[in-house]
């Protein structure tokens, strides 16, 4: 377990529980990538000018910050704008924006001239890296929160670490354990099956390509990179791309379209009604998912017409097609192609199925199965609009959602584009709930 603190703190709790006079923390966050990562900012913030300070500390099952790094291809961009960063929409004068990431980095002025609100995917690592370096939070690295119980006059969080278990007491627990990846039903993960989350990572492991073919399933974004960099990489082998469309879809990044994920968007959403919600989602779902950038499109359609007047075709598209079969084999993968309007079917050997086919919320039911009944922990669990998690029965603290609230929040429940402002919301909630009563906010 790596512990990182801010000079002259002392965690409370570092093995087995809580002394008994000891006060409990006013947050635990669960989790420490972009989310809380933002939110521990804004606590920083907070402290430096609130009479009241707000006693944190966070638990992340990885080694140290990484964000989504098995997939930093050379020469990828972020879909939204620099100003979509850690603090700015909440803070303009942060000293935690990307502005002064770059100034820091000595790149502001060649940022500048770069001329784009898209920086790569590997420098926004970088920022993100430098903030979750920078901030004074205590971050349990290398445990994991288990589960949250209802201890009477706290919440506690159970977290396991290489020195056993801890039991963490908390007035708020802020849940924000990212994305899990989503396999297809049936699908064992392996060497040579695997999903894209983990891309560059699962390649550095694979046996020597023998037939020199890919296969990768998924009409989003990054099936269309992972197609593009498995045929950069691999100059002789064949890459299959297999989905249920005729081809990928461009995103829809146009200026009003952007708007569904304004911070006032996620009032209107909250306020509506479930059919309106529904219905918004479907109207922009061009915004986010089973889709991708134009210029990506194009590039991969370019190349494909460049090897169909050549002759010596690599790359091949299998559109209104899926996955029909995919059998391991000691020296690969046999896999079967069915074309949905014909029914043909085309099979072959390759040496590995990469799956690009999305994430789901982080699952609740084991984590919170103590304080909440499993059927109130559906797709769909309810939350107030400072994504507080309703439940039936009165706990003596509060359980926030950074994700998975879709349903309620709309598109920005799990993306980027809104931490600063949910983190603003979920701490003002926190710091209202912390006033004794007759007390100022």
């Known amino acids: 377990m790596s512990l990182v603190m801010s000079e002259g703190a002392l965690p409370p709790g570092i093995a087995g529980r809580h002394g008994e006079g000891e006060e409990p923390l006013d947050i635990v966050g669960v989790g420490f990538g972009p989310s809380n990562l933002g939110l521990a900012i804004a606590i920083e913030e907070h402290n430096a000018v609130s009479p009241r300070p707000v006693r944190a500390e966070f638990v992340e099952a990885k080694e140290r910050f990484g964000w989504h790094s098995g997939m930093l291809l050379p020469g990828t961009t972020m879909q939204i704008s620099f100003l979509k960063d850690l603090a700015t929409q909440r803070n303009a004068r942060s000293r935690y924006s990307f502005v002064n990431y770059l100034a820091e980095r000595n790149r502001l002025t060649e940022f500048i001239n770069h001329q784009t609100f898209f920086p790569t995917r590997l420098e926004f690592h970088d920022y993100l890296y430098w903030a979750a370096e920078s901030v004074s939070a205590r971050v349990r690295y290398g445990s994991r929160a288990v589960a949250v119980r209802d201890a009477g006059r706290w919440l506690e969080?159970?977290?396991?670490?290489?020195?056993?278990?801890?039991?963490?007491?908390?007035?708020?627990?802020?849940?924000?354990?990212?994305?899990?990846?989503?396999?297809?039903?049936?699908?064992?993960?392996?060497?040579?099956?695997?999903?894209?989350?983990?891309?560059?990572?699962?390649?550095?492991?694979?046996?020597?390509?023998?037939?020199?073919?890919?296969?990768?399933?998924?009409?989003?974004?990054?099936?269309?990179?992972?197609?593009?960099?498995?045929?950069?990489?691999?100059?002789?082998?064949?890459?299959?791309?297999?989905?249920?469309?005729?081809?990928?879809?461009?995103?829809?990044?146009?200026?009003?379209?952007?708007?569904?994920?304004?911070?006032?968007?996620?009032?209107?959403?909250?306020?509506?009604?479930?059919?309106?919600?529904?219905?918004?989602?479907?109207?922009?779902?061009?915004?986010?998912?089973?889709?991708?950038?134009?210029?990506?499109?194009?590039?991969?359609?370019?190349?494909?017409?460049?090897?169909?007047?050549?002759?010596?075709?690599?790359?091949?598209?299998?559109?209104?097609?899926?996955?029909?079969?995919?059998?391991?084999?000691?020296?690969?993968?046999?896999?079967?192609?069915?074309?949905?309007?014909?029914?043909?079917v085309t099979a072959f050997e390759c040496d590995a199925v990469v799956y690009a086919t999305g994430f789901d919320p982080m699952p609740l039911r084991d984590m919170l199965a103590d304080v909440c009944a499993p059927d109130l922990l559906a797709d769909e669990p309810q939350v107030t609009r400072d994504y507080r998690l309703q439940v039936p029965q009165r706990l003596p603290g509060n359980i926030y959602l950074q994700g998975g609230t879709e349903h309620t929040h709309g598109l920005t429940s799990s993306l980027l584009s809104n931490i600063a402002v949910r983190s603003a919301e979920i701490l003002q909630s926190i710091t209202e709930s912390l006033q004794p009563a007759g007390d100022p906010a």
Do not use: W
């Open 157 to 344: 969080v159970d977290v396991d670490g290489p020195d056993g278990r801890v039991a963490m007491r908390a007035r708020n627990v802020v849940l924000a354990g990212g994305l899990t990846p989503r396999m297809p039903s049936g699908v064992q993960p392996s060497v040579r099956q695997f999903h894209n989350h983990r891309f560059l990572d699962h390649l550095e492991e694979l046996p020597e390509p023998r037939h020199q073919r890919f296969v990768v399933v998924g009409a989003g974004q990054s099936a269309a990179e992972v197609t593009e960099y498995l045929h950069d990489r691999f100059g002789v082998a064949e890459v299959h791309g297999v989905f249920a469309r005729y081809g990928y879809s461009p995103a829809d990044d146009s200026p009003f379209a952007n708007r569904v994920f304004d911070p006032a968007a996620v009032d209107d959403f909250f306020a509506a009604d479930p059919a309106v919600r529904r219905q918004l989602l479907d109207y922009h779902r061009s915004t986010n998912y089973s889709c991708v950038d134009l210029d990506l499109i194009q590039s991969l359609y370019r190349r494909e017409y460049a090897e169909r007047v050549s002759g010596e075709r690599r790359l091949f598209l299998h559109g209104a097609s899926s996955l029909h079969a995919a059998k391991e084999e000691p020296d690969g993968v046999r896999v079967e192609i069915v074309h949905h309007p014909t029914m043909a």
